[in-house]
């Protein structure tokens, strides 16, 4: 009787079959780069496929293969592939010329954008990551608390130095760091009250991203938006996955106004994007006319792709009507995609446009319910979907982007409705 884990190895033997100049791309990549890789998280066994062009919610591989792309640039690629309204504005930036050696016209726009959208962004700066802003904003914290302790939480990714999978990373930034558990609020309670008075910063993603689209408990976010004043230190809300969930981010649906908040991802409607802003008092450290003000450098915080785009997709693509529209897309296929998969230990979790899919029936609700699930049937599933022309993470993750529309979610739905009746046996009963 074939087992799960034969269903693996034959479904992988079939990619690599399928995917010979996927294969030679990723072997001349590995002369050049550690594993053919630049950036750890497109890696997945036996090799990552090379794709070469895409276009609305579409892309197309080295082998000619398209697929209907769900996993959207990880969240960054919130207008699709080929946004018109994008490319004219980016075409017409080149023409104006790039490196400008200065201040661009646009940059005051797109910052007075940004706060106009966050209730609790008074000032900003841009920077060219998320990983960045999360650096300046944990920076921001302890300067302007003169401690040092920044509170994560266990399977938070704020950036490639910020990582708390598996309780943190040797790789990440060396600040001291407590790690609390995600969603727990009477253990996290007790982390704000034994920190005595070296608590800097508590840092939370409003929904783990990364980390399985785990969403933030309102009442867990909550008490640390009461608490973390009470215990002398900053909450920084890291939106830059989550502030494409609700026109005001997911500050906005529930009402928080955390001292600092970090934007990255889609906000630069494709560039290379970060920005961390908030009170007004603490942005004030980086006013160069503050004599005790501290320095952010950047050549590239003001480039004009980044600046163009950005203004141009915040203004006028992702109206609060647009983003409203999507994530009710998404909230309505999270629930078809749940009814499919009832009878199965397997579960689809998010907010909105953000998804992901654990091979678990535990709730989810921090790092260590995520660790149940199978990761041979989720690695069953990614080549599954594959082969059914859907692109997602091979860890799992959607992201749904503005051109995805009732056709690509109900092949979805149907992808995922095959996957279970031929592969139902493999995954637990409920
Ligand atoms: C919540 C969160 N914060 C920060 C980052 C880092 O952003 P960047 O990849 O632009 O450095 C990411 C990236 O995935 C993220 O999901």
Same mark, same amino acid.
């Given at each position: 009787m074939s087992t799960l884990h034969d269903a693996v190895a034959d479904a992988?033997?079939?990619?690599?079959?399928?995917?010979?100049?996927?294969?030679?791309?990723?072997?001349? +990549?590995?002369?050049a780069m550690p594993g053919g890789n630049t950036r750890t998280v497109l890696f997945h066994d036996p090799f990552p496929l090379g794709i070469a062009a895409g276009e609305g919610c579409r892309i197309t591989d080295a082998d000619g293969h398209t697929y209907i792309d769900?996993?959207?640039?990880? #969240? *960054?690629?919130?207008?699709?592939?080929?946004?018109?309204?994008?490319?004219?504005?980016?075409?017409?930036?080149?023409?104006? /010329?790039?490196? %400008?050696?200065?201040?661009?016209?646009?940059?005051?726009?797109?910052?007075?954008?940004?706060?106009?959208?966050?209730?609790?962004?008074?000032? !900003?700066?841009?920077?060219?990551?998320?990983?960045? +802003?999360?650096?300046? *904003?944990?920076?921001?914290? #302890?300067i302007a608390t003169g401690r040092r302790t920044v509170l994560v939480f266990d399977g938070a990714y704020h950036g490639g130095l910020l990582v708390f999978s598996g /309780? /943190?990373?040797?790789?990440?930034?060396?600040?001291?760091?407590?790690?609390?558990?995600?969603?727990?609020?009477?253990?996290?309670?007790? %982390?704000?009250?034994?920190?005595?008075?070296?608590?800097?910063?508590?840092?939370?993603?409003?929904?783990? /991203?990364?980390?399985?689209?785990?969403?933030?408990?309102?009442a867990f976010l909550e008490l640390l938006a009461d608490q973390a004043p009470g215990h002398g230190a900053?909450?920084?809300?890291?939106? !830059?996955?989550?502030?494409?969930?609700?026109?005001?981010g997911r500050q906005g649906a529930l009402g928080i106004t955390p001292d600092l908040t970090t934007l990255g991802k889609y906000m630069g409607g494709g560039m290379s994007f970060g920005a961390f802003g908030g009170r007004r008092d603490l942005m004030a450290l980086f006013d160069p006319r503050n004599p005790r003000g501290q320095p952010h450098a950047g050549t590239f915080n003001n480039n004009i792709l980044t600046?163009?785009?950005?203004? #141009?997709a915040l203004t006028e693509r992702l109206t609060p009507h647009a983003l409203v529209e999507l994530n009710d897309r998404g909230d309505a296929l999270r629930e078809r995609l749940n009814s499919v998969c009832a009878d199965v230990a397997m579960q689809f979790t998010g907010i909105g446009s953000l998804l992901s899919v654990h091979f678990t029936d535990r709730p989810i609700r921090c790092a260590a319910d995520?660790?149940?699930?199978?990761?041979?049937?989720?690695?069953?599933?990614?080549?599954?979907?594959?082969?059914?022309?859907?692109?997602? *993470?091979?860890?799992?993750?959607? *992201? %749904?982007?503005?051109? !995805?529309?009732? +056709?690509?979610?109900?092949?979805f739905v149907a992808a995922v409705q095959d996957f279970v009746a031929q592969r139902g046996a493999f995954l637990r009963q409920r």
């Open positions: 992988r033997r079939r990619y690599v079959a399928a995917n010979p100049r996927s294969l030679q791309r990723w072997e001349d +990549a590995c002369r769900l996993l959207g640039e990880y #969240t *960054a690629g919130l207008l699709g592939h080929s946004d018109p309204v994008i490319l004219e504005v980016l075409h017409d930036a080149l023409d104006g /010329g790039i490196n %400008l050696s200065g201040h661009t016209m646009v940059e005051a726009q797109f910052a007075t954008a940004v706060c106009d959208r966050f209730g609790s962004m008074d000032l !900003v700066r841009f920077t060219n990551s998320g990983t960045e +802003a999360n650096l300046l *904003a944990i920076a921001t914290a #302890t /309780g /943190g990373k040797p790789v990440n930034a060396p600040h001291p760091y407590v790690v609390g558990t995600y969603n727990d609020l009477e253990g996290t309670a007790r %982390l704000l009250a034994d920190q005595g008075d070296d608590l800097a910063a508590v840092l939370v993603e409003p929904m783990l /991203g990364a980390g399985g689209c785990v969403p933030g408990d309102p900053l909450l920084i809300f890291d939106e !830059v996955m989550t502030s494409r969930l609700h026109p005001g600046m163009r785009a950005g203004l #141009t995520v660790a149940t699930g199978d990761d041979a049937a989720r690695e069953l599933f990614f080549f599954d979907m594959l082969e059914r022309g859907i692109h997602l *993470a091979s860890r799992g993750f959607i *992201a %749904l982007s503005l051109p !995805v529309g009732d +056709a690509e979610t109900h092949a």
